[in-house]
C-alpha cells in the first residue's frame, strides 16, 4: 500500500495469533521483521507477562503523531522501570512537568558552540587510540574494535563530563570504576546495583567543587550552574547525579555503537572506504575543529548517516497511550504499549530504495528532499529525541578524520555479522580488525 494511501479501517489492527512478550525477548526484532512483512505497518500482539495488547506501528505519519504532534499523550512505554533502576530520575526516564525543567536546564549544555568545544578532549582520546593501532599494525596484531570503539566513547565522554576530576579522584585510569559500562553489556539489577555505587564517585566530585569554589569547563560545572529559566532554580545534588549518570551511559552507548557499525559497513564497500579516504585526505587534519569545519566531511556525515540507518542502535522506542488515539486509522484504548522501531522504519521498501543496501548517496545533496521526515529516526523525534545528537555527530566526524588518514581496517572474519539486539543494537560477537597504516 503506498504511503499516501491511509484509510480508516473499523475495529482493531492485526492481531499475531501466538502471544509474545515483544521486546523482551531476544528474537523480538526478528519478529518484528518477519511480521511487519506478513502486516504491514501497523499490528498488535498480545503480551503474556504483561496482559495486554502491545501495539506496532511504523509508518512515519504514526512515528510523527507518537513523537511529535501527540506526543503529550504518551509516556514512556515498556522497559523504561529497568532503565529507571539503572538512572534514576534522569532526562531519560522522567516525566511531565519535571521532565520539561530538567531539559530547559541540560539543553544549552549540548549547544553547536558548546560542544566544538570538547574539540582537544576527542582529539587526545583519539591520539591515545591511534597509537595503539599502529602498533598493533607493526606487530600484525589484530585489533578488538568493538571494545576499542567502546572504550574511546566512554573516554571521551568521562573526560567531558569530569575533566581533570576524574583522574585526581579515581588515581590509574587503567582502573576507572567507570569502565564497568564497556565490560558489561547486560542492564540487569546486579549491573544497575553496581553502576549506581560509582555515584560516590560523582558526589565527591560535586561536593568537592562546591567546597572550594574550583570551576572547570566540562557538563559538571554547567548542569551545577544551571539554572531554570522559567524559575530561576537550579538542581539539587540527586538530580545532579542523576543527570550525569545518565550522561555516562547515552553519551557513551550510542556513539560506540554507531561507530562499530560504520568501521564494519565500510570495510565490507570498497568504494565507500576509498571515497572517505579521498575525503578526508583532502581536507586535512580536523584535530581542532569547530561544528563548521566538520561540515567539509559531507561524505563522511552520510556513511555515518546511512550506518545509523541500517544499524540504528536504539534499534527500539516504547511509549504508553494516556488517553485514546487514532495509529494506522485504528482506535488506540488508553493505556496502549505502543512500539516503533527505527530499524523497521529505516527499511521501510516503500521509503527507502534497495532498503537492505548500504547507499551512503542517499543522503547527499539533493537526495533527501520530498523524503518523509519521519522515515529517519536514529535519534528519535519531536521533545524527546536524544540530547547528546550534536556530541555524537562531532564525535564521530573527528574520530573518522583522524583515523581514516592513517589508518585501513581489515576484518579478520569477512562476511555477514550477527545481530544482538537488547537496549542497544549490537553485533552478537565482538567484531576484530587488522590495522594497516596508509
Not at 582529539?123 to 602498533?135: G, K, M, Q, S
Not at 547507499?359 to 529525541?385: K, Q, S, V
Amino acid at each position: 500500500m503506498p504511503l499516501s494511501s491511509r484509510r480508516s479501517p473499523q475495529g482493531d489492527p492485526p492481531s499475531i495469533p501466538e502471544p509474545h512478550d515483544l521486546g523482551a525477548t531476544d528474537d523480538s526484532l526478528d519478529r518484528m521483521l518477519e511480521w511487519f512483512g506478513q502486516h504491514g505497518d501497523t499490528y498488535r500482539v498480545f503480551a503474556p507477562a504483561r496482559n495486554s495488547w502491545t501495539w506496532v506501528v511504523h509508518h512515519p505519519d504514526d512515528v510523527k503523531r507518537v513523537l511529535v504532534t501527540n506526543h503529550r499523550n504518551y509516556t514512556k512505554g515498556v522497559g523504561i522501570d529497568r532503565v529507571r533502576m539503572l538512572l534514576g530520575n534522569g532526562i531519560m526516564t522522567s516525566e511531565g512537568e519535571f521532565w520539561r525543567r530538567q531539559r530547559r536546564m541540560l539543553q544549552p549544555a549540548f549547544h553547536r558552540r558548546v560542544i566544538q568545544r570538547f574539540a582537544g578532549v576527542i582529539r587526545d582520546r583519539n591520539a591515545a587510540l591511534f597509537e595503539r593501532w599502529a602498533a598493533a599494525a607493526r606487530a600484525s596484531q589484530p585489533v578488538n574494535l568493538t571494545h576499542a570503539m567502546s572504550e574511546l566513547a566512554l573516554e571521551i565522554i568521562l573526560h567531558a563530563i569530569f575533566s581533570e576530576d576524574l583522574g585526581r579522584l579515581v588515581g590509574d585510569l587503567a582502573d576507572n570504576p567507570f569502565m564497568l559500562v564497556t565490560r558489561e553489556s547486560k542492564r540487569d539489577p546486579r549491573f544497575a546495583y553496581e553502576f549506581r555505587q560509582l555515584g560516590k564517585v560523582v558526589q565527591r566530585i560535586i561536593r568537592q567543587r562546591r567546597a572550594t569554589g574550583r570551576r572547570q569547563f566540562d557538563f559538571t560545572q554547567m548542569l551545577m550552574e544551571s539554572v531554570d529559566p522559567e524559575t530561576g532554580q537550579g538542581m539539587n545534588e540527586r538530580e545532579l547525579l542523576d543527570e550525569i549518570l545518565t550522561l555516562v551511559v547515552a553519551g557513551h552507548e550510542t556513539t560506540a555503537s554507531a561507530l562499530n557499525w560504520t568501521w564494519w559497513l565500510l570495510v565490507q564497500h570498497p568504494e565507500a572506504e576509498r571515497r572517505l579516504h579521498d575525503e578526508n585526505d583532502r581536507v586535512g587534519d580536523l584535530g581542532l575543529a569547530s561544528y563548521d569545519d566538520v561540515e567539509r566531511l559531507p561524505c563522511t556525515l552520510a556513511t555515518i548517516q546511512e550506518s545509523m540507518r541500517l544499524y540504528p542502535p536504539g534499534w527500539l522506542l516504547t511509549r504508553r497511550s494516556i488517553g485514546p488515539d487514532r495509529l494506522g486509522g485504528y482506535a488506540v484504548p488508553p493505556g496502549t504499549d505502543v512500539f516503533i522501531s527505527p530499524f523497521v522504519v529505516h527499511r521501510h521498501p516503500l521509503i527507502w530504495d534497495n532498503a537492505t543496501s548500504f547507499d551512503p548517496d542517499r543522503f547527499g545533496a539533493g537526495r533527501t528532499e520530498g523524503r518523509h521526515r519521519f522515515a529517519y529516526i536514529p535519534f528519535a523525534a519531536g521533545p524527546r529525541h536524544c540530547i547528546g545528537e550534536n556530541l555524537a555527530t562531532f564525535e564521530m566526524l573527528l574520530h573518522l578524520n583522524g583515523a581514516l588518514r592513517r589508518f585501513k581496517l581489515r576484518p579478520v572474519v569477512p562476511g555477514p555479522v550477527a545481530l544482538e539486539a537488547r537496549i542497544n543494537l549490537r553485533p552478537a560477537q565482538d567484531v576484530h580488525m587488522r590495522v594497516e597504516t596508509r
